[in-house]
Structure formats: C-alpha cells, structure tokens
C-alpha cells in the first residue's frame, strides 16, 4: 500500500517490528512474508527491529518501549497486553496500520470504563489465567464491547507484571477494546529492569468518582482453577466440571500462557514427575529472554526433564501456523488465549484453555485435572 500510493513512513522512531507470526519459516509463503519485513524495515529506516526473539505482546515491554501515560497501537488483536504497564493500547488492522504509519494518528472514539474488581488473594494452585477464564464466563464474549476494563483491587495489586499482561492480554475476548491497570511500584521496578527511569506513575490514575459503564466485582480468594471448553474462551467453569476429560496435547505456549511467570508456574508441577504416555507435552517459551531465565533458574530443565518437546520462540501453534498445528479429533489443554474451532489446526479437533498450572497437571494425569491435588 505505501509503494502503490507513493507513501513514506511519517517517524519510523516511533515504530517497533517484531517477527513472530511465521517462524521458523517452513514454507515458500512464510519465507516471503519474513523477507518482505526484513526488507521493509531497512528500507523505511525501522531501528527499532527484533527479528525472531519472540512474541511482540513480550518484547515489546521487554526491550523497555512501553510505560505509562503512552498511546499505543498494535497489529495484533492482543495488543492490549500494553495495559499492564498504564499504556492504553489496542489492535488494528493492516488498512487501518498503513493509516498510522503514513500520519501518526488515528481516530478513537473514548470508551466507557468498566472497572473489574478483584479483592483478597489468589490461594495456591490459581493465577491471573484463572481470573480471566472467570471474567469470561461472566461477562461472554460481547460483555464489554469496545469498552476498556480497568482491572482494580487488592488482588491486583499482589500481581507480578507477567500476570498483569495476561489479564490485559485477554481483554478482548470479552470485546473490549483494552484492558489496563494503574501503573504502582510493581511497574517502575519493572520499568527499572529494562532500562527505563523516571517515571511518575502518579499522574496515570483513575479520578475517583469517574463514571463507569459497569462495574464486576470477583473474589480471588474463593477462585477454583478455570478450564474453557471448545470453543469459546467465554465457555469457562471451574475444572470440577472438566475433570477426567481425555487429552493429546498438553500445550505452555503463548503471549498469554509461556511468559517466566508461566513457566515457573508449569515447572512447580511438573518438577520430578513425568507426563502421561498418551499425552504429547509441549512447550515453547514466550521469548528468547524468559528462555534464558528459565534455563538459568532450572525451570526449564524442570519441565523438559517431565517429557517436554521445546518449541521456538514464536506463536507457532497459537496461531494455527507451522508443522506441529493439531490434527483431526486432536484433544488439546493449552495455556493459550483462545479456542475457536479451528483456530489451531484441524476443525475437528477439540481445545480446552486453563492456566499454566492446570495444563501441567492434565499432562501429568492423561486427563484433564485439578492442579492443586499435585501442589498440595
């Protein structure tokens, strides 16, 4: 579109690039597609370029281009991931893209607010991926259309940043635009670690008394694991009214499902057990950092140790993309975001979504189960 229309990048500073989508590339289409970038970013000037490193809703943070107060856009419908860090940043697509990268703007019509309140404490055995399986099942598929949840409260707080992501990551499977959390001291020690200093998070707050579109409130402390049926995020119940489905697949992989925190949460489970000889466990690690960092702690070692099968750095299955894309009648669990019919393979086959921990305890069992019965 820029070539046809003679058009130039208006600040190509202000633009990441990011491969994930088609690697490793397999195939003649992949191959182009991943030139094409490769080519298009030295030609528009993109500095700003991380070619195979991982998923772009993970290094986009990592590599410290996300704080508060930010307007941001993404070509990705999980872009709103950028909310965990006080950003308001959303998805596009690639029209809509070509839009912003020849103007710097965009036109947004101001959401209402709908406030996602979270009080007490996760117990053992929960994690953000269970929060949201909850909000989903709430709420539906449409519960908050193109509405931003602001998610808020004592639960909130207590959440590592990779477990913010998630929850800002899944915004959009209940149709709103973004999701997006009050930057704290969790941020800037976060912000600190990737280079980035002096930043006042104070200006980045609710105003107390703004009006809401709706307001949900959930207790955390109460929260069973989640488990979503096919083939909708919104089809979530706690794992009791799973319990003892057969699996395939067991699949830490994901934006949503394989971050450090992810990881660490599989390996507490996994660690000194093996997965069922029916089940095909598999892992693929967010990005190439948290892979470091895994291997470094043993975490990695952990779960490869249980049977694992080590896939690289990229949407890969998520997605629908590569050679290990499910098959006919295939039985999954996965720790990713989505499960639409057909979404990652074969539309016979059948995906449940659970947290990190419920998918490395189904792979233990051959079925799937409750985490907490191997973490107690």
């Known amino acids: 579109m820029l070539e046809r229309l003679g058009a130039k990048v208006w600040d190509p500073d202000k633009i990441v690039l990011i491969t994930d989508h088609y690697l490793p590339a397999h195939d003649d289409e992949s191959r182009r597609i991943l030139r094409t970038a490769r080519d298009w970013a030295r030609e528009a000037g993109v500095r700003r370029f991380y070619d195979g490193i991982g998923i772009c809703h993970v290094v986009l943070p990592e590599m410290g281009h996300l704080r508060p107060g930010m307007f941001a856009i993404g070509g990705d419908s999980h872009s709103p991931t950028g909310g965990a860090f006080g950003t308001y940043m959303f998805g596009i697509g690639a029209t809509e893209m070509f839009g912003v990268l020849v103007t710097g703007e965009i036109w947004v019509r101001v959401p209402q607010t709908v406030d996602i309140e979270w009080s007490g404490r996760l117990s053992e055995g929960t994690c953000a991926k269970d929060m949201m399986l909850a909000v989903c099942a709430k709420l539906g598929l449409d519960g908050a259309q193109y509405q931003a949840l602001q998610y808020t409260g004592e639960a909130i707080s207590a959440l590592p940043m990779q477990e913010r992501m998630t929850l800002c990551n899944m915004a959009p499977e209940v149709g709103a635009q973004t999701g997006i959390i009050a930057p704290d001291e969790v941020t800037l020690k976060w912000l600190e670690s990737t280079g980035v ?57 994901a934006c949503t499902g394989a971050k450090l925190e992810d990881l660490r949460m599989a390996a507490k489970v996994l660690k000194g057990r093996r997965a069922a000889s029916n089940v095909r466990l598999i892992v693929a690690p967010a990005s190439r950092r948290d892979q470091e ?84």
């Open 197 to 253: 200093t002096g930043v006042d998070p104070s200006p980045w707050q609710g105003d107390p008394g703004a009006p809401l579109g709706a307001q949900h409130r959930f207790d955390a402390s109460s929260l069973s694991p989640y488990v979503a049926a096919p083939h909708s995020p919104a089809n979530s119940a706690p794992v009791e009214q799973h319990a003892g489905q057969h699996i395939d697949i067991a699949y830490i992989g």
């Open 293 to 376: 960092i895994a291997q470094a702690e043993g975490i990695l070692a952990a779960i490869m140790e249980a049977g694992a099968s080590l896939l690289p750095n990229a949407c890969g299955i998520c997605a629908g993309y590569g050679e290990n894309r499910l098959t006919e009648n295939e039985v999954a669990i996965t720790s990713t975001a989505r499960n639409f019919k057909g979404r990652m393979g074969a539309a016979s086959s059948q995906v449940y979504l659970a947290s990190p921990y419920t998918v490395a305890a189904s792979a233990i069992a051959g079925r799937i189960c409750d985490p907490r019965e191997m973490l107690s």
